[in-house]
T-cell receptor, first 116, second 109 residues
């Protein structure tokens, strides 16, 4: 595709529900990142994949958050038993770069999650 | 501990003026410093980036100034236009990105 796409664009969940957010990266991009962006703040790193391997999950705020990229392309971020503090925009980014130094990341439009 | 501090939080500039946004970092392991522009409802888009072996980089109306010893870098937008009104984020990368909290720029016609 032309860019990174995310779905759904908006998600409203009741507290305690499980949600799954999807990211379709740019074709051929090896690296994939998930970020959480609270209202009025900068994105915060959640996790990083290189192909299907999750190399860094240090930013996941709790064990309720789980991400996967089983075939090295599409990724899913799952949040179990959602809480109100999980309300945020979840951004996905992909990059052709690998290793320790990032080159340009391309961001998707994000999924706005609201937990009631 | 916030590793990248960005200022000001908001900025109002007249059309044709210069917009200046500043960032400071702490971790000397950072090796790539991008600036992103974000419009409402959109994801951040890379504007310009610099590596620490260069003190300045210019692309069109956008310039990054980088001071490695002071661990500071700034974005200058020359001849600011109303279409530049957006939120700007600095970031510092060391395998993953650490973002500042953003600056909301308003350019008045």
């Amino acid at each position: 595709g032309a860019g990174v796409s995310q779905s759904p664009r908006y998600k409203v969940a009741k507290r305690g529900q499980d949600v799954a957010l999807r990211c379709d990266p740019i074709s051929g991009h090896v690296s994939l990142f998930w970020y959480q962006q609270a209202l009025g703040q900068g994105p915060e790193f959640l996790t990083y994949f290189q192909n299907e391997a999750q190399l860094d999950k240090s930013g996941l705020p709790s064990d309720r958050f789980f991400a996967e990229r089983p075939e090295g392309s599409v990724s899913t971020l799952k949040i179990q038993r959602t809480q109100q503090e999980d309300s945020a925009v979840y951004l996905c980014a992909s990059s052709a770069g690998t290793g320790g130094t990032i080159i340009e990341q391309f961001f998707g439009p994000g999924t706005r999650l609201t937990v009631l | 501990q916030q590793q990248v501090k960005q200022s000001p939080q908001s900025l109002i500039v007249q059309k044709g003026g210069i917009s200046i946004i500043n960032c400071a970092y702490e971790n000397t392991a950072f090796d790539y410093f991008p600036w992103y522009q974000q419009f409402p409802g959109k994801g951040p888009a890379l504007l310009i980036a610099i590596r620490p072996d260069v003190s300045e980089k210019k692309e069109g109306r956008f310039t990054i100034s980088f001071n490695k010893s002071a661990k500071q870098f700034s974005l200058h937008i020359m001849d600011s236009q109303p279409g530049d009104s957006a939120t700007y984020f600095c970031a510092a990368d060391a395998g993953k990105s650490t973002f500042g909290d953003g600056t909301t720029l308003t350019v008045k016609p």
